[in-house]
């Protein structure tokens, strides 16, 4: 059967079915932004699970400068610090390495252990006195510096700000940096 038309003077659509339609649309909107502000922060817990709470600024305490052969020697020192995710705060975990060693009696140099190029990890060989990453072999001297032009890596290794705190304290400023490019930027 045909629907009858609306008759004259009348509008298309009542204005209640319009209130009706708005009210709904504002309802899915803020049910919209309800859920999607939880779930950002979720995706962000979950892509960095160890969210550092202390922000790229902060020092962490790594080891005492006695610790550091006296030859020089590289020695990687695993890097604790508290985190905390969305609901949990976790004291002392660990967040990553350096490796220390004396560029003076008390000066220590702070080289990052991620390779510039793809981010694997290196490992130091006393008797070559040389960084080796076994990813796509990328030679670092001693003090980080690319040994051979044509290692993959774009830079060498990233050095990280480190300091000496209550005359023995080496407190290290932990950073990651950007990968696969020839300047240094910190990751914020
Ligand atoms: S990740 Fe180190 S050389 Fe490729």
Redesign the pocket.
């Known amino acids: 059967m045909q629907e009858k038309p609306p008759a004259p003077g009348t509008p298309a659509t009542a204005p209640t079915e319009r209130r009706e339609f708005l009210k709904q649309g504002c309802a899915a909107c803020l049910g919209l932004a309800a859920v999607g502000a939880p779930v950002a922060v979720g995706v962000r817990v979950l892509l960095d699970p160890l969210h550092r709470s202390g922000g790229s600024d902060a020092f962490v305490k790594v080891t005492t400068i006695d610790s550091l052969p006296e030859d020089g020697t590289p020695v990687q020192f695993p890097v604790l610090a508290d985190k905390r995710d969305a609901w949990t705060k976790f004291t002392q975990v660990p967040v990553g390495a350096v490796f220390l060693q004396r560029q003076g009696a008390r000066q220590p140099l702070a080289l990052s252990v991620v390779?510039p190029?793809?981010?694997?990890f290196?490992d130091y060989l006393e008797d070559q006195e040389s960084f080796l990453?076994p990813?796509?072999?990328?030679f670092f001297k001693k003090d980080g510096s690319l040994k051979d032009e044509q290692?993959?890596?774009p830079r060498r290794l990233d050095t990280l700000d480190v300091e000496v705190r209550n005359k023995t304290e080496v407190w290290v400023r932990f950073q990651d940096f950007q990968l696969g490019i020839t300047e240094k930027i910190p990751i914020a």
């Open positions: 390779c190029h793809a981010g694997c290196v990453c990813c796509h072999n990328s290692s993959p890596s």
